[in-house]
């Protein structure tokens, strides 16, 4: 059973930054695909980006692309998601799912695990 905590959210204004960490308790995040998801009031649960165990990221073709950027540290069991140029329309909790199945999924029904997610809410 891997946990997944995420970690980095908060309140800013439009065009501020954040970073998010998902730290996993797994031993070794090396083997897994890791992925970051949105789900603003009222919507769909939306993909944001994704990485594999060897780096290859997938991001969303939306407005997202070229203001959010993901990572990982495997040493550390952390996958990040940088956010720059904040917008009202990112508000939503943010969150951090995992699987083990190999390659990237966009859909949430490719994650075995997620975190319980964090809270990110940018005024205009």
């Known amino acids: 059973q891997v946990q997944l905590v995420e970690s980095g959210g908060g309140l800013v204004q439009t065009g501020d930054s954040l970073r998010l960490s998902c730290a996993a308790s797994e031993r070794t995040l090396g083997h897994l695909s890791m992925a970051w998801f949105r789900q603003a009031p009222g919507k769909e649960r939306e993909f944001v980006a994704a990485i594999t165990w060897g780096g290859a990221i997938t991001q969303s073709a939306t407005s997202m692309q070229g203001r959010f950027a993901v990572s990982r540290d495997n040493a550390k069991n952390t996958v990040y998601l940088q956010m720059n140029g904040l917008k009202p329309e990112d508000t939503a909790i943010y969150y951090c799912?995992?699987?083990?199945?190999?390659?990237?999924?966009?859909?949430?029904?490719?994650?075995?695990?997620w975190g319980r997610g964090t809270q990110v809410t940018v005024s205009a």
């Open positions: 799912a995992a699987s083990a199945r190999g390659g990237i999924a966009m859909a949430p029904t490719g994650y075995d695990y």
